[in-house]
């Protein structure tokens, strides 16, 4: 991975062989980023994408290999026990193949590059369980 700061956004390029998420924790935590968006494209040869199952509160996972481009990667990272916390969705498609795969974003090795934007807020926002929902929920901070 490499990267460059521009006020308090940062492009990063997110190499062959790289793994998506400890990519963006890597940054996260070198240049002590604990709020902000992120945006990205590029292209996976593996992806691993859950769909959350409302009835076993738990993620419902899937692997996929081959040739995907990244039609579209959005989310937040904010902190969850003093760590950057990741919500990513993304979705990944082969139109030679005619697929199209969406979901939240577990896992994701990059196959070619990947470029990515993070846009660093100032503050924080928390994550913590809730078992009403299943889910880790927003906290907001004073």
Known sequence: MEYRKFDNTYFLRIDRGEEILASLAALCEKEQITL????GIGAVGEVTLGVFDRQQFAYQSQT????????????TVTTMEGKPYFHLHMVVGNPTLDVCHGG?????????TG?????ALSGQVERKYSP?????????VD
Do not use: K, M, P
């Not at 996929?64 to 989310?75: K, N, P, Q, R, V």
């Not at 939240?104 to 070619?112: D, E, Y």
């Not at 009403?132 to 906290?139: K, M, R």
């Open 115 to 119: 470029e990515f934007v993070l846009t």
């Open 36 to 39: 902000g968006t992120i945006t």
């Open 104 to 112: 939240h974003l577990n896992r994701g090795v990059i196959s070619l």
């Open 64 to 75: 996929y290999t081959g040739d995907f481009e990244i039609a579209s990667c959005t989310g």
């Open 132 to 140: 009403e929902v299943g889910l880790n929920l927003f906290q907001f």
